[in-house]
């Protein structure tokens, strides 16, 4: 019997929605992911890091799959005084946030705004390397503003043990824009001496399969917005595209488990009347209808007229159920 290979497949850290709730539910619903890289957490001044900064984190919260925290800092004192918190949690592996594209962000001198700074990224690493012996990764972009950037940071990085490097190959300016550059991939996969995980814009199983054939060395494939899109990806590229069950009710049971998820972490329903808003803006990326729907939903004023809403929806769906991707050729 042919043996299958499962496909490293990791949670991208989406700030406002892959938080415990999302994970916890979609390991309840799905399968194919795992591990997951948390949102990032900022580094704060002063050794007193209160619970309610964590509370993500928790690790009562993080037992369904591995969670790796990550941080936005350019602090080494406040990085090492997070990071040693996170690991006497109970967290192996720490990732450093190196390509959050905000400007707000960027302009401090974080995430992708360090990346024209090479030497300051090298302090940052000696530094932290000194007082933080746990696992530590980063996640990072081309560059700030081009991805000639990367000739300089490839020998810094390679000056120092980290546990892996997440390259989503797209520069901070581009925000989310634009293509991902995979001739740029291809040049820091051969020159990074670290195991080095693809991210960025794997939306289908086709996708995956392209790159996993250009590709072979990577160690991790990282899903984002496409999961968020179609929480089914996973287990799409796993099996090949062959799903079992209907896909509508494995769907609406995952999104009740959501709506009751954030209603026990929120105060207010309006909160979670939010929450799911944003939801549904990738939801519907993969809906029949989607633009109709999306209206109808941003209408709603009340959960209970939310609920009402998304009831119809998936009463509607009749057309949802089940499709067969179609299984890209074995090249
Ligand atoms: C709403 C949103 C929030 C994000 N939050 C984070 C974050 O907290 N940390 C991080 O490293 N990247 C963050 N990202 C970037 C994603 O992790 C990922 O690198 C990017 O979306 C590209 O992958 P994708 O095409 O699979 O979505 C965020 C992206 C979006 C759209």
Request: net charge positive.
């Amino acid at each position: 019997m042919a043996t299958v290979t499962m496909k490293h497949l990791i949670l991208a850290p989406l700030r406002g929605f892959t938080d415990a709730v999302f994970r916890n539910a979609f390991h309840r619903h799905f399968q194919g992911i795992e591990e997951a890289v948390a949102p990032f957490v900022t580094s704060i001044k002063g050794r007193r890091i209160k619970p309610s900064h964590l509370k993500d984190l928790s690790p009562a919260d993080n037992r369904a799959m591995p969670v790796v925290p990550q941080i936005l800092s350019n602090r080494p004192d406040e990085f090492i005084c997070l990071a040693n918190t996170l690991v006497d949690l109970g967290y192996r592996e720490i990732n450093w946030n190196l390509g959050c594209p905000f400007p707000m962000v960027a302009k401090k001198m974080r995430g992708s705004g360090l990346l024209p700074h090479p030497e300051l990224i090298d302090r940052m690493l000696d530094q932290t390397f000194r007082g933080f012996s746990g696992s530590l990764s980063i996640k990072t972009r081309l560059g700030r503003f081009s991805a000639d950037e990367m000739e300089q940071l490839i020998p810094v990085f390679n000056r120092y043990p980290l546990a892996r490097v997440i390259v989503h190959p797209r520069t901070g300016v581009q925000m989310y824009t634009g293509n991902v550059d995979l001739k740029a991939f291809q040049v820091i996969l051969t020159r990074l001496s670290h195991p080095v995980v693809y991210n960025g814009d794997i939306n289908d199983p086709a996708t995956f399969k392209f790159l996993e054939s250009g590709f072979p060395t990577v160690s991790g494939w990282m899903l984002g917005r496409g999961l968020l899109a179609n929480p089914f990806l996973p287990e799409m590229i796993q099996s090949q595209g062959r799903l079992i069950g209907s896909r509508t009710t494995r769907f609406e049971r995952f999104h009740d488990d959501l709506v009751a998820g954030y209603s026990r972490l929120f105060s207010g329903p309006g909160h979670v009347l939010d929450r799911m808003k944003g939801f549904w803006r990738y939801f519907t990326a993969d809906f029949p209808e989607g633009r109709q729907i999306m209206k109808q939903i941003r209408k709603a004023d009340s959960l209970d007229h939310y609920r009402q809403v998304v009831a119809a929806v998936f009463d509607g769906q009749d057309r949802w159920e089940c499709p067969q991707l179609p299984v890209p050729e074995e090249r």
